[in-house]
């Protein structure tokens, strides 16, 4: 482990903090005749520490629940808190990690994760010796002069998430945060977060429509209904941590995923087209689509 986290005590263990609560939290979206409910009565908590995956199909109001409690979107009806005070507005305490990093093009690595810590007026020196014990935890040592655009897309997330773990936040909020990487480097960063996340024990709460991924990662998966969006089911995953790759070939993991595909799959509501034959384009009763 680094200097910079020995030094800097696990923030949730070290004094419970990273508490969320999610209080009948309804978010309608859109004007006059276009208006609906995105996020429909969500209420949960989440402790302090736990690794909380909210998984979900497109457009289900997984990134509108994390606007809440990022304090970007404020909810039409009921309240978000933090560990007791409501969420009101954006917050270093509560770091988010997007998709597509955030990172200033103009300033070298080092400076874009020493950003935070300027901002609170840490001084030059001390600023990049944290910095530079950060990049080392995610595996940048030696590319602290670089700029983002230098860097592969990997490289360029495990600088998003030290930029805001330097903050050292409360809770991590992370919307599809390695939706844009290939398969392997998508598990590289995983164990990655796992690791950073085993002994920071900063409570997060990651968004996320692939199963394999939640059931990697969580302890528990809140799995979301297409819109509106609602938790329709808690999923507990008891695999003992760390977590290796061998899970994700385990049986139990084959049955949880299964579990999850079928909650996922949307009901068909549509009625089933009619088949035709390929050769003649009529039906079982010999008409054609356009006479039906
Ligand atoms: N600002 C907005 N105005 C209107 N509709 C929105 C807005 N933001 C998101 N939506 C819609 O709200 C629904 C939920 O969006 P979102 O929370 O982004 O879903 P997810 O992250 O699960 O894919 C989607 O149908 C999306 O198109
Ligand atoms: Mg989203």
Redo the contacts with the bound molecule.
Sequence with gaps: MSAVLKSVPPVATQSGTGRLDIDQVSIH??EGA?R?V??DEVTLTIEPGEFVCLL????????????ALAGHLQPTHGEARLDGLRIAGPDPQRGLVFQHHTLFPWLSVQDNVAYGLKMRGVSRSERLNLAQALLEEVGLQGFERRYPHALSGGMQQRVEIARVLINQPRVLLM?EPFGALDALTRLKMQELLLSLWGHLKTTIVF?T?DIDEALFMADRILV?SP?P?RIVEEIHVEAERPRQSEWLTSTPFAHLKRHCLDLLREPDTTLPLERLNPVTGLNRRGIRSSEF
Excluded: Y
Excluded at 56 to 67: I, Q, R
């Design positions: 979206l859109g276009q609906f995105a996020l979900g199909p497109s457009g289900c109001g997984k990134s509108t629940l994390l606007g919307d968004v429509h979301m819109r969006g």
